[in-house]
């Protein structure tokens, strides 16, 4: 199995334990690429919108953006690891995200990833994981993937790994585990209700405005070029 890991820190505290629990079960006999942001994304999206006139190639950053999205097209398995920022993820992750619209449904979506899973591990001090979830968990799903896990672990002692009580470490890490062992073996997720009606609609809205373009879009074009619409 190959497995794409983005982690939204390079801070080795709470988010980093977490994951490497979770990873431990997985480690033997499966590939593991792993990313840290924002070491291997350093910029913002600037806006410049040449992904979706041009092509992600001619994205300003697409030396460090193109090798994470091929890792991710190559993987049965997405992780996508992040503390809790301000109630949501953190703003390296989001980078990220926003380099990665120009795949969502919308506009061109690669169809590998309609049958990945994804697993979302965050941590807070309390209970607040859902505002951060749900910022990965939504590109996720525009970008076409149906199969999403979320893990939220509440720390509840304080945000310092090494602070945490042993007890208190055991837990979060049985609970980690336990998760993990769910995802030992190769599975291909099916393309669920919600992404195929995302899929439906963006098909025809596609559909509409080619058919009014003189010249198409290179999002039209490659819906076209798919096959998914005819002119």
Known sequence: MNIAVINGTEIKGCTYHIKESFLEILRDGNEINEFYLPKDLPHFCCGCKNCFFKGEQFCPHAEYVIPIWESILNADLLVFASPVYALRTTAQMKTLLDHLCVHWMVHRPDERMFTKRAV???????????????????????????????????????????????????IIIRKVKKTAEKYKKTCISRKKIKVSMKFIISKMMHQAIAKKEKTLSADNQYWVDKGWIKL
Do not use: C, M, Y
Not at 146 to 152: A, M, N, P, V
Not at 160 to 165: F, G, Q, R, V, Y
């Open 120 to 170: 979302i591990l965050t941590n807070a001090i309390g209970v607040f994981n859902g505002g951060a979830q749900k910022d990965i968990a939504t590109s996720l799903s525009w970008l076409g993937v149906s199969d999403i896990k979320k893990l939220g672990i509440g720390l509840l002692e304080g945000v310092i790994w090494d602070e945490l009580s042993d007890k208190r470490k055991n």
